[in-house]
């Protein structure tokens, strides 16, 4: 309305249904085309990572990270998510589905064993029939890339008789929670220092 140079939006999609939700990044889109500014608070990730070229996450009313979503995932993203999916026989006949079922758990225990000694840092999160869900954490002294982790696992395929795997980095999503339980530490500390005061009053009250 009137065509401003600076927008502010505050959480726009809110309870807003997923085909209007689209319609109106599509919309907000159209106007960022036309060097418009627009300001929007949001707590999607999606819905920013959609949007904005340049994101500020707040904890306690202080700005703890700024700059692009490539950014943030750089800076704070320090674990890959990786999910191998392990070949399997497809035998309907029930006298050959036991042994089938054997061969699997041994292709499973081979990639455990494998991952283990290959990624040390790296936490088995799930596992879903022949699929295999895996987290591989950065260290300070153990810092990998996502075509380091590709370029293994390409070369081991075979190797592990793999039919397919992803390898992807953390989320903005997992970022943003990672700061949101700073922010719940931090709260809980406060509430803690606030009833030692309390009890430390009340025994000086009684003394």
Not at 64 to 71: D, E, Y
Not at 160 to 182: G, M, P
Request: charged content about 25%; aromatic content about 8%.
């Amino acid at each position: 309305m009137g065509n401003p140079a600076v927008s502010f939006l505050d959480e726009p999609t809110s309870g807003v249904d997923p085909v209007a939700r689209r319609c109106l990044w599509e919309a907000i889109g159209r106007k960022l085309k036309q060097n418009i500014s627009i300001v929007l608070t949001s707590h999607s990730m999606e819905e920013c990572e959609a949007l904005c070229n340049r994101l500020i996450i707040m904890v306690n009313g202080q700005i703890t990270c700024i700059g692009s979503p490539l950014h943030l995932k750089n800076k704070y993203g320090n674990s890959y998510n990786l999910i191998l999916k392990v070949s399997q026989n497809r035998l309907f006949d029930q006298s050959f589905r036991r042994q089938s079922y054997n061969e699997l758990e041994k292709k499973i225990e081979k990639i455990k064993s494998f991952m283990l000694q290959t990624f040390p840092t790296s936490k088995l999160k799930a596992i879903h029939n022949n699929q295999l869900e895996y987290i591989i954490q950065n260290q300070d002294d153990y810092i990998l890339r996502c075509s380091e982790i590709f370029d293994v696992i390409e070369t081991n395929k075979e190797y592990l008789r793999l039919e397919d795997y992803s390898v992807s980095q953390t989320n903005l999503e997992q970022i943003f929670l990672s700061f949101a339980r700073k922010q719940h530490e931090r709260l809980e500390d406060v509430l803690n220092e606030k009833i030692e005061e309390n009890t430390t009053e009340e025994n000086e009250t009684n003394l």
